[in-house]
Nanobody, 123 residues
Framework: QVQLVESGGGLVQAGGSLRLSCAAS????????MGWYRQAPGKQRELVAV???????NYADSVKGRFAISRDNAKNTVYLQMSSLKPEDTAVYYC?????????????????WGQGTLVTVSS
């Protein structure tokens, strides 16, 4: 069974920084893209940042220049370094990963999600 476990959320003042981590566990063959999404109260879940297995990154316009996504493939872990935080960054942040696992004699891809971690930015 594959799991994604996030950590690092909390309460921070505007202008501050936080670092989120997300570790994948289980019997994993490989992990393709990993990313972070967020959902603010009353709003739809939105993509924050994504990183491919090769290290290519993409960011939402609202976080460009303030957030940085990275990954440690040896640890099956993805990070989100958040700086210059704003109250509008307040949301539950979810980790997502495209994970290849072996099912019987065939490989299959799982779209895995973490349980979410709350980030609150006070003004």
């Amino acid at each position: 069974q594959v799991q994604l476990v996030e950590s690092g959320g909390g309460l921070v003042q505007a202008g501050g920084s936080l670092r989120l981590s997300c570790a994948a566990s289980g019997i994993i063959f490989s992990i393709n893209a990993m990313g972070w999404y967020r959902q603010a109260p009353g709003k739809q879940r939105e993509l924050v940042a994504v990183i491919t297995s090769g290290g290519s990154t993409n960011y939402a316009d609202s976080v460009k220049g303030r957030f940085a996504i990275s990954r440690d493939n040896a640890k099956n872990t993805v990070y989100l370094q958040m700086s210059s935080l704003k109250p509008e960054d307040t949301a539950v942040y979810y980790c997502n990963a495209d994970i290849r696992v072996l099912r019987g004699l065939a490989f299959t891809s799982l779209d895995a999600w973490g349980q979410g971690t709350l980030v609150t930015v006070s003004s």
